[in-house]
């Protein structure tokens, strides 16, 4: 059974950066997709972030400029580095996996909260 774990998730004041964690377990091959969605009180989840490969990935543009997403070689791990964050960054962060391009958030995590405030 597939299993996304997200971390790194907390309070954080203005300005201020966090780095987000997704540990995959339960599949035998390499995800082929990984992905970030948010989703903040009220409004409609949206995404964040998604990484096939180091050259091959994409970010909302609210989050370039700001946010990286990478992912392990290796692992089903991926990664979210969040930098400028700004009290519209306050959202639950979800970690997707996905095993093929039409497939691409065909497993969830259970979210992990970032609240941004001073």
């Known amino acids: 059974q597939v299993q996304l774990v997200e971390s790194g998730g907390g309070l954080v004041q203005p300005g201020g950066s966090l780095r987000l964690s997704c540990e995959g377990s339960?599949?035998?091959?390499?995800?082929?997709?990984m992905g970030w969605y948010r989703q903040a009180p009220g409004k409609q989840r949206e995404l964040v972030a998604r990484?096939?490969?180091?050259?091959?990935?994409n970010l909302a543009e609210f989050a370039r400029g700001r946010f990286t997403v990478s992912r392990s070689n290796i692992t089903n791990a991926a990664y979210l580095q969040m930098n400028s964050l700004n009290s519209e960054d306050t959202a639950v962060y979800f970690c997707?996996?996905?095993?093929?391009?039409?497939?691409?958030?065909?497993?969830w995590g259970q979210g992990t909260q970032v609240t941004v405030s001073s």
């Open positions: 339960g599949s035998k091959f390499r995800f082929y997709s």
């Open positions: 997707t996996a996905g095993t093929s391009e039409n497939f691409l958030d065909r497993y």
């Open positions: 990484i096939i490969s180091s050259w091959n990935k």
